[in-house]
Structure formats: C-alpha cells, structure tokens
C-alpha cells in the first residue's frame, strides 16, 4: 500500500504482491456474455443494425414486433447452444491465451532467478537481507546458528533488539508458528520452501489456508532477519 511504502526507508527490504482478482471478463456473467455474443455473431440477421424508430418516442409498431420476435429465437438459439461446454472452452481458450502472452516473461523471471541462486552459492552468504533475495520455493532452509543470528541487525526496526518480527494473518498463524516451532525443535531438519508444510503433523483449517506464496514470503522474511539460512 502508498502507506507502507512510504513507511519504509530508503535501504530497507520489502516485499509487494500484486494478485489479480475475479474482473467481468472472468466471472460466470462475463463468460457467458462472451459466449452470447459470439453465438449471436455468426447469425447475419443479428449483426444488422435495429431499426431506426426504435429508440424514437413513437416508434414503429411493427419494428417492435420484429425485435421482439429476434429477441425471442435469440433465447432459443442461445438454449442450445450456450451450455457448459461451450463456456468451459472458451475459458480453456482465455487460460490458454494469456500463458502464451506472459510465457516470455516467466521464462525470463526463471533465468534471473537461475542466476541469483547462482550468486548466492558464490558469495556464500546464508542470512540477511542480500540472501533473502537469493531464496526461492526449491530453495532449502534451516535453522540459523547463534552466530548467523546475531549478524543481522535491522536499523531500521524500533525494537530494542533491532529485529521487526512476523507479521502473519490471524487465520494462517498458527500453522506458520507451528513451521517454526518445529524446524527450532530439530536444529538438524532441513527443508525445501516449498515442503515447509509437510513439517506440520497436524494440517488442520490453518494449514489451508498457507499457500506457496505464503511459503516463499514466510521463508525470505525469515532469512533476513535471521531466524532462518540458506541450507548448503
């Protein structure tokens, strides 16, 4: 949000999301518009402009009469064929559409990802704010040491201990905690972002609710600031 972005300081590390929620063009009301008006396309009669009285203050009765009579076999031609299948392959075709469009980009979000995981290894640095850029979903993580802990300082955090802490939803924290919980019990444990909760034994309502997104967000927040490294 404006607000925390300003908030933040010049050098500080944030992470943003942008999530792409339901528009027109993807509801039920919008599919099946889409559909209506490419059945209705393909018949000459309905792709002829109305009648110039209607619209008029005393229009032509028998325009009326016809508009409605083309209004009438319309539903009909739309009965038969605007079904379930028809609305499932234009939505195949709309997901279809838009993966070919973004393709180039995620092929080059990958290869930049390939390459920080790349630098990471090289610089061989496990916490902090510069590893944390480093973490992906295949990216293993453990426990960090006292030492490695103690090497992250954030300035910019008001707390005593110059460390801001988690902020997680209320639905989601328990099973977030529980994460932690677990990795802290067993120093030795080491596991993948995306297996993080298949640390959890009990993945009850909470567990639902923390999807991968969740994972890399939680995991890149942890190794900056410090509660967890990048595993060799």
């Not at 925390?4 to 099946?32: E, N, Q, V």
């Amino acid at each position: 949000t404006p607000e925390s972005a300003s908030s933040s300081s010049d050098d500080a590390f944030s992470y943003h999301a942008t999530i792409a929620l339901a528009t027109h063009d993807w509801t039920l009301a919008g599919m099946m518009t889409s559909a209506t008006q490419h059945t209705m396309s393909r018949i000459i009669e309905y792709r002829k402009a109305v009648p110039r009285s209607l619209g008029m203050t005393n229009p032509v009765s028998s325009d009326v009469t016809t508009l409605q009579e083309m209004i009438d076999n319309a539903f009909e031609s739309l009965r038969q064929q605007v079904t379930v299948e028809r609305v499932i392959e234009n939505l195949e075709y709309k997901y279809e559409k838009h993966n070919v469009g973004v393709m180039p980009w995620r092929r080059d979000c990958i290869s930049k990802q390939m390459e920080q995981i790349g630098k990471s290894r090289e610089d061989g640095v496990v916490v902090g704010r510069k590893a944390s850029r480093y973490v992906t979903l295949e990216t293993p993580v453990r426990v960090a040491t006292e030492e490695e802990r103690a090497s992250v300082v954030d300035t910019s955090s008001s707390s005593s201990n110059g460390r801001r802490g988690l902020k997680v939803r209320d639905c989601s924290g328990d099973a977030i905690m529980a994460i932690l919980q677990r990795l802290k019990a067993d120093k030795s444990v080491t596991c993948t972002v995306s297996d993080l909760l298949n640390l959890l034994e009990d993945k009850g309502v909470g567990a639902t609710t923390v999807c991968r997104l969740t994972l890399l967000s939680l995991a890149r927040c942890c190794v900056e600031q410090g509660a967890l490294a990048i595993a060799d």
